[in-house]
């Protein structure tokens, strides 16, 4: 008997429990030799697949519907920005005393409320949520709005950062990134990373550049780092202490500090920008790590001592060094 014509309906409560089965059906469809074992080879399949989602477990029960009408008539409908075919995934907006818009995303599980939600957000710290079976979305909602106040110093901070100075990374800074790479001068940058629960101390700083513009600027970082001033201003209190300027959108070009990659004449190579300079203060020209470890790695002059590659720069001549550790990552 010939069973490859035949066709399956079920009702939908079976659909749900054979859905991503579809393929191996149709496989045993063909190969059953009659209607007998086809049916013996549809019960192994129902076994397996009840086994792995449980009916009770895929849908929720029709009252978690009606508390979740309920819970989003409490919070207003207004929070709510999107909500997925299930009912199931939502994303709120919750806004923070600066006028920032900030995204809640919450998984509801089929329990709730006496199960506790996912909840995840654009956040430089974790959110801990505080869960018990008599909470709502409402007190969740809260729960954010305390959250996002208590972290509008630190983005403040990186506000002012991103709007008066060149970054050069991260290419587009999310909330949650506390790190920034501002540009000094050409081939000069420095890293700072910002403390989100003490925004205004003084962050992490790591300059990176040429050693004859880099060293002078750190013996400032280090000789004045006692006049931080934790009530003015992050970008003010850089500016003191490494006695500088930064070049901001107002008065300079981002294409004079996003200088090409002087060997494969590119600015982003994937997520890395040209960050390994040529010390010669008259040469001073970028490369991409890998792009200079290849270079150098073929040529008959280099040589390799642990994780080291010491060669000659492509441009003019001079040693130049390639640390190759994080490369391999
Ligand atoms: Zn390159
Ligand atoms: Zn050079």
Redesign the pocket.
């Known amino acids: 008997m010939d069973l490859s014509l035949y066709r399956l309906h079920c009702c939908w409560k079976l659909k749900q429990l054979l859905q991503g089965y579809e393929h191996i059906l149709k496989q045993r469809l063909h190969q059953s030799t009659d209607l007998v074992s086809f049916i013996l080879e549809l019960k192994t399949v129902l076994e397996v697949s009840i086994k792995n989602h449980p009916v009770s477990d895929s849908i929720p029960p029709p009252q978690y519907y009606s508390q979740l009408i309920l819970e989003m008539e409490t919070l207003g409908w207004d929070k709510l920005l999107f909500i997925d075919t299930q009912f199931q995934m939502l994303k709120m907006k919750a806004e923070d005393s600066s006028g920032r818009q900030h995204i809640l995303t919450i998984n509801l599980k089929n329990k709730h409320p006496a199960e506790a939600p996912e909840c995840s957000a654009d956040l430089p710290v974790p959110f801990l949520l505080k869960w018990t079976p008599q909470s709502s979305l409402n007190q969740l909602h809260s729960q954010f709005l305390l959250v996002i106040e208590a972290l509008t110093e630190f983005w403040d901070v990186l506000d002012e950062i991103d709007a008066k100075t060149w970054i050069l990374e991260p290419e587009k800074p999310s909330r949650s990134d506390t790190v920034r790479r501002i540009a000094i001068g050409n081939n000069v940058s420095i890293k700072v990373e910002v403390d989100p629960r003490h925004p205004k101390m003084l962050p992490e700083c790591c300059l990176l550049g040429a050693e004859h513009v880099v060293t002078p600027l750190r013996n400032k970082l280090n000789a004045n780092m006692h006049l931080w001033n934790a009530d003015s201003g992050v970008l003010q209190n850089l500016q003191d202490v490494l006695e500088i300027e930064f070049p901001s959108p107002a008065t300079h070009e981002k294409s004079m500090f996003s200088v090409d990659?002087g060997?494969?004449?590119?600015y982003r190579?994937e997520a890395a920008i040209?960050d390994q300079v040529c010390n010669d203060p008259r040469c001073g020209q970028p490369?991409?790590q890998?792009?200079l470890y290849e270079w150098l790695r073929v040529l008959p002059a280099s040589r390799q001592s642990f994780n080291t590659v010491f060669g000659e720069c492509p441009y003019c001549s001079k040693p130049i060094t390639v640390k190759m550790a994080a490369l391999q990552s």
């Open positions: 990659c060997i494969c004449y590119a190579l040209p490369f991409h890998v792009c």
